[in-house]
């Protein structure tokens, strides 16, 4: 189980203690400790509350000029002081969470090389082949429960920023700490630098990743089975979470390994269950069935195929037969409509490829399919144009319009043409926040379909019971779960998920749903408590100040 609180080197005292992120205290140091180890004269002589701390942090970040640089100040000062990070992160979660993570992560992958000032994590690259086991100790934790690992390649909707990824697994990791309650020092961020195909990257005079071409076929099957063999060994019942890693190989890993060890891939099954939940929400709203609903999918990768397999699941446990099911989800890639006319079909787009005439064009396929349900998952802007959406609204009278696509620059329409374009009447959700819309005297306040309502519980549901394995019926049951945190006060306000401000709620909700799952299916290796959502409260991490041992 993760423990409460970070974990403290004993006997740290003076500049070291000053200098270790996970026992400095700063300001707020008391006499008695400032005298006991050695700090006197080594700091300003205001004792300050944590609260106090975590007021001027909110300061300097309001008087940063960007995002990015609040990001980049927020970074800084959790290599600092990191349980005042986390505790400013979670007291200001609604602010923080777009700073921490989308869409400014997508900011600070970008300038990653620019904006570098201190190395976090694992970098294990190309040229570590055959000595991958030597390199994981040397992360000084060793209690390691949950890893993050990507390889670059397709970062948010932003493609191959190869090594400068490494904002991404960090962020989650920031997620898992502040809103799913796993202690910082069981947590790690993986690189796999196998070379970019980002051409402009490997020229920048400051990226600091591998200047080669990406490792490929057997060679890049050979460097991630020795690295996931390295991490079971070192780490045994680690989480494994794959992360943003390209279409082709997020598939790939994902079929190879989730019966070989407990991981799971968040753009796929996470996404997946957001999404499901989100529809949930929606539904409660126009008062449709899920059963009923014709769903049309802009894109057909990770996201999108996770977010209809998880549908799929759904209609089938409401009653439909699986053709049925799947009969109700159309996919549109970058080619038109997935249809079973064309040959050009990868093996995980086929069960959607349905009889119908190909279609290059999105208004067409609306006008065509009559959806009731339009989900972007394309990395494509501005692709729910005006006559998209009017289309739509054509059809459906309350049309559930989800533009998923990270970051902002990316979303297929804002929350404002959403609304706009369907006169009021679209359910709207975004991957990336957008800011309340009034149209007509009446305010709306899109919901952000974000996967930090997923992934961290789903990771503190994991460690909860031990699970040795992530099951689909886990996904099933956060999905739930998630949904049944929806409030009436949300959907009054056209919200289909749930304030920011509430993470951590959702997250321990979340958790609760599925280690219940995995106790029931068998896959616990830990004893049920009694009181399973009380247990899982309590071995929360809580951002407090650790204790010192000799103060
Ligand atoms: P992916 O690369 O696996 O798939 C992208 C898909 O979009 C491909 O099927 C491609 O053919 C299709 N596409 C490209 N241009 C298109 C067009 N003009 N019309 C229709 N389809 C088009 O990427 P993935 O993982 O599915 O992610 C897609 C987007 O969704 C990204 O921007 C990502 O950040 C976002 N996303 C958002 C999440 C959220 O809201 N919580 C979670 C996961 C992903």
Same mark, same amino acid.
């Given at each position: 189980m993760p423990k409460r609180r970070s974990s403290v080197q004993p006997n740290l005292q003076g500049a070291a203690l000053l200098r270790d992120a996970a026992a400095n205290r700063g300001t707020a140091f008391s006499a008695r400790m400032r005298e006991t180890l050695g700090l006197q004269g080594l700091l300003p002589p205001a004792i300050e509350m944590p609260e106090q701390q975590v007021a001027r942090v909110m300061d300097n970040v309001r008087r940063q000029a960007t995002d990015l640089d609040r990001h980049v100040y927020l970074g800084a000062l959790r290599e600092r002081n990191e349980t005042l990070f986390y505790r400013t992160v979670l007291d200001h979660l609604g602010e923080t969470l777009p700073l921490v993570y989308t869409p400014t992560v997508g900011l600070a992958c970008q300038a990653f090389g620019r904006i570098f000032q201190a190395p976090r994590g694992l970098y294990i690259t190309a040229q570590d082949r055959g000595r991958i086991r030597d390199l994981l100790p040397h992360w000084p934790q060793p209690q390691v429960r949950v890893i993050v690992v990507t390889d670059?390649?397709?970062? *948010?909707?932003?493609g191959d920023l190869g090594a400068n990824g490494m904002g991404i697994p960090i962020g989650k990791l920031d997620l898992y700490v502040a809103c799913g309650g796993v202690a910082p020092a069981a947590c790690l961020p993986v690189m *796999?630098?196998?070379?970019?195909?980002n051409a402009a990257l490997r020229e920048d005079p400051f990226y600091l990743g591998l200047r080669q071409p990406r490792l490929r076929a057997e060679a890049y099957d050979a460097f991630v089975a020795e690295f996931v063999a390295a991490v079971q060994e070192a780490y045994p019942g680690v989480l494994l979470q794959f992360e943003d890693f390209s279409n082709a190989n997020a598939f790939a890993l994902l079929h190879r390994y989730h019966h070989q060890l407990c991981c799971f891939n968040d753009d796929i099954q996470g996404t997946g269950a957001m999404g499901l939940a989100g529809l949930y929400s929606a539904l409660r709203l126009t008062g449709g069935q899920l059963t009923e609903q014709q769903i049309l999918f802009a894109g057909a990768g990770e996201a999108a195929l996770g977010i209809a397999t998880m549908v799929t699941a759904a209609m089938v446990a409401q009653g439909l037969s699986p053709e049925q099911a799947r009969g109700r989800c159309w996919l549109m890639d970058s080619k038109g409509l997935v249809v079973a006319a064309r040959a050009d079909l990868v093996a995980h787009k086929r069960p959607y490829a349905h009889d119908h005439a190909p279609l290059q064009d999105l208004q067409a396929a609306v006008a065509a399919l009559r959806p009731s349900v339009l989900i972007g998952a394309?990395?494509?802007?501005?692709?729910?144009s005006e006559p998209v959406l009017r289309e739509l609204a054509r059809g459906a009278a309350r049309p559930i319009v989800f533009a998923l696509s990270n970051p902002t620059s990316k979303a297929e329409c804002t929350a404002q043409q959403a609304y706009a374009w369907t006169d009021g009447q679209a359910i709207f959700a975004s991957g990336s926040p957008f800011p309340p819309v009034t149209l007509a005297g009446k305010t709306r306040v899109p919901g952000q379909s974000n996967n930090a309502y997923i992934f961290p519980g789903m990771g503190l549901g994991i460690l909860a019971s031990g699970a040795t394995h992530v099951s689909d019926a886990m996904f099933f049951a956060a999905a739930q779960a998630l949904a049944d945190q929806v409030s009436h006060a949300d959907l009054q306000c056209g919200r289909v998920f749930p304030g920011q401000e509430r993470l951590r709620d959702v997250a321990a909700a979340v958790a609760t749903r599925v280690a219940e799952t995995a106790f029931s299916q068998g896959l616990a290796t830990h004893s049920r408590p009694a009181d399973l959502g009380a247990a899982i409260k309590a071995m929360m991490y809580v951002p407090d100040y650790p204790p010192l041992p000799r103060a």
């Amino acid at each position: 189980m993760p423990k409460r609180r970070s974990s403290v080197q004993p006997n740290l005292q003076g500049a070291a203690l000053l200098r270790d992120a996970a026992a400095n205290r700063g300001t707020a140091f008391s006499a008695r400790m400032r005298e006991t180890l050695g700090l006197q004269g080594l700091l300003p002589p205001a004792i300050e509350m944590p609260e106090q701390q975590v007021a001027r942090v909110m300061d300097n970040v309001r008087r940063q000029a960007t995002d990015l640089d609040r990001h980049v100040y927020l970074g800084a000062l959790r290599e600092r002081n990191e349980t005042l990070f986390y505790r400013t992160v979670l007291d200001h979660l609604g602010e923080t969470l777009p700073l921490v993570y989308t869409p400014t992560v997508g900011l600070a992958c970008q300038a990653f090389g620019r904006i570098f000032q201190a190395p976090r994590g694992l970098y294990i690259t190309a040229q570590d082949r055959g000595r991958i086991r030597d390199l994981l100790p040397h992360w000084p934790q060793p209690q390691v429960r949950v890893i993050v690992v990507t390889d670059g390649s397709r970062i *948010l909707g932003l493609g191959d920023l190869g090594a400068n990824g490494m904002g991404i697994p960090i962020g989650k990791l920031d997620l898992y700490v502040a809103c799913g309650g796993v202690a910082p020092a069981a947590c790690l961020p993986v690189m *796999l630098d196998v070379g970019t195909d980002n051409a402009a990257l490997r020229e920048d005079p400051f990226y600091l990743g591998l200047r080669q071409p990406r490792l490929r076929a057997e060679a890049y099957d050979a460097f991630v089975a020795e690295f996931v063999a390295a991490v079971q060994e070192a780490y045994p019942g680690v989480l494994l979470q794959f992360e943003d890693f390209s279409n082709a190989n997020a598939f790939a890993l994902l079929h190879r390994y989730h019966h070989q060890l407990c991981c799971f891939n968040d753009d796929i099954q996470g996404t997946g269950a957001m999404g499901l939940a989100g529809l949930y929400s929606a539904l409660r709203l126009t008062g449709g069935q899920l059963t009923e609903q014709q769903i049309l999918f802009a894109g057909a990768g990770e996201a999108a195929l996770g977010i209809a397999t998880m549908v799929t699941a759904a209609m089938v446990a409401q009653g439909l037969s699986p053709e049925q099911a799947r009969g109700r989800c159309w996919l549109m890639d970058s080619k038109g409509l997935v249809v079973a006319a064309r040959a050009d079909l990868v093996a995980h787009k086929r069960p959607y490829a349905h009889d119908h005439a190909p279609l290059q064009d999105l208004q067409a396929a609306v006008a065509a399919l009559r959806p009731s349900v339009l989900i972007g998952a394309s990395g494509t802007p501005a692709l729910f144009s005006e006559p998209v959406l009017r289309e739509l609204a054509r059809g459906a009278a309350r049309p559930i319009v989800f533009a998923l696509s990270n970051p902002t620059s990316k979303a297929e329409c804002t929350a404002q043409q959403a609304y706009a374009w369907t006169d009021g009447q679209a359910i709207f959700a975004s991957g990336s926040p957008f800011p309340p819309v009034t149209l007509a005297g009446k305010t709306r306040v899109p919901g952000q379909s974000n996967n930090a309502y997923i992934f961290p519980g789903m990771g503190l549901g994991i460690l909860a019971s031990g699970a040795t394995h992530v099951s689909d019926a886990m996904f099933f049951a956060a999905a739930q779960a998630l949904a049944d945190q929806v409030s009436h006060a949300d959907l009054q306000c056209g919200r289909v998920f749930p304030g920011q401000e509430r993470l951590r709620d959702v997250a321990a909700a979340v958790a609760t749903r599925v280690a219940e799952t995995a106790f029931s299916q068998g896959l616990a290796t830990h004893s049920r408590p009694a009181d399973l959502g009380a247990a899982i409260k309590a071995m929360m991490y809580v951002p407090d100040y650790p204790p010192l041992p000799r103060a």
